[in-house]
């Protein structure tokens, strides 16, 4: 890795100090460096034999010292390692060169082209274990279109009610290509060692906004009645007169429109806090707010459901599946299976409305692709790039004589 020859020097004892920065991928064979004596003695090392090794991180600085006789005639110095890998030719399967670990993801067919899909793993456990840095960075998604093809990475995204640093961390992204009945193993997280990771949400969700901007994008919304709306510390505010809907809209082999929010009071009178359909459409559906109560509507078919503590955040969606019926869920609950709704031959928008003087607050709105049930994706056994990804050894220096 580096080596120094000291020339004639006059005889005597001397102060040798080493320094060198490692990036493995830990396993069995773990990547070794250290210090060589002009005599073969190997520094650091103790009585069981451990010399240099960076498995807490990429690219951890250590330093070495020995003191050694120096003849008049001069000595030679070494810094020696060994890779935990050879970055051979398995290394095409490992598609991050830089990334230390890496999970498989198992997707069940079939499965839409271009269908938004969620995977959750312990990010937590990476964390503690060294293995990924807290606040995600360092996580990426990959596709590979055939096992031989060039992997190439995707865009990926936090899920908003989900965090980084978790047990059950929960990221989205989106398949480049249907997926048949034998289901697909095409893609991979990998973790550690990367930056810079791919996140646009509009390239995963047919629309999205978690209104962290200062205000409504008018390219993505179209404000038909903005006297009672405000966006406000990340957050839309609907209370007063109000009528807006996405400019983008689902796609028509089925779709879910959601929303996360609470409400300011447990029946704001004339609020229709989520709608899917066109304006005026007795073809669309909606959850609507009166007086009376809550109601499900889809067409001309309405019902009443219970809403649980509307004034606290739930998420909202409205899911069409079969062409035939419509969803109504709050968490995940279902509160209401209608038939009729949205057309499939048509894409409709998602629209919130307001005419009382109450209303609601908006963490986030999404709209995306849907099928029933939801295809769960598998995360497969963590895998380490030990034997595949060689060790990377940088800033090698013998720094002082």
Do not use: C
């Amino acid at each position: 890795l580096d080596r120094l020859s000291v020339p004639s020097v006059a005889g005597g004892r001397y102060w040798v100090l080493a320094k060198m920065s490692l990036t493995e991928a830990p396993g069995t064979n773990t990547a070794r460096g250290w210090l060589e004596l002009p005599n073969g003695e190997r520094r650091p090392l103790d009585e069981r034999g451990v010399t240099f090794s960076s498995p807490r991180g990429a690219l951890v600085p250590m330093m070495t010292q020995a003191v050694v006789d120096i003849p008049a005639g001069g000595a030679d110095f070494a810094l020696r390692g060994v890779s935990s890998g050879t970055g051979d030719g398995t290394l095409e399967s490992w598609a991050e060169p830089d990334a230390l670990f890496r999970h498989r993801l198992t997707l069940p067919g079939p499965v839409p082209d271009g269908y938004a899909l969620s995977a959750t793993f312990d990010h937590a456990e990476h964390v503690a274990r060294g293995r990924a840095a807290p606040d995600g960075t360092d996580v990426v998604v990959v596709y590979r279109e055939t096992p031989d093809a060039t992997p190439v990475r995707i865009d990926r995204v936090l899920d908003p009610d989900s965090a980084w640093n978790r047990a059950q961390t929960t990221v989205w992204f989106r398949t480049q290509a249907a997926v048949d009945d034998l289901g697909s193993s095409q893609y991979e997280i990998y973790l550690g060692g990367i930056r810079n990771a791919d996140e646009d949400p509009a390239q995963i969700f047919a629309f999205y906004d978690d209104f962290e901007a200062q205000a409504l994008d008018l390219q993505r919304w179209n404000v038909i009645d903005g006297t009672g709306l405000s966006v406000v510390d990340g957050a839309l505010r609907v209370q007063g007169a109000a009528s807006l809907s996405t400019l983008l809209s689902v796609t028509p082999d089925g779709g879910r429109w959601e929303a996360r929010l609470r409400m300011l009071d447990p029946t704001p009178d004339g609020l229709r806090y989520l709608v899917a359909g066109g304006e005026n459409d007795p073809a669309g559906a909606a959850f609507e707010a009166l007086e009376t109560g809550h109601s499900a509507q889809a067409g001309a078919a309405s019902e009443a459901v219970t809403v649980q503590t509307p004034t606290e955040v739930h998420t909202y969606a409205i899911s069409r599946t079969d062409g035939q019926n419509v969803i109504f869920t709050q968490n995940g609950e279902a509160l209401a299976t209608l038939a009729g709704g949205p057309n499939q031959t048509e894409l409709w928008p998602l629209r919130i409305e307001n005419a009382g003087e109450s209303g609601a607050v908006y963490e986030w709105v999404r709209v995306r692709p849907y099928v029933s049930p939801e295809p769960a994706v598998t995360v497969e056994g963590l895998e380490g790039g030990a034997g595949v990804v060689a060790s990377t050894y940088r800033y090698r220096k013998i720094v002082a004589v």
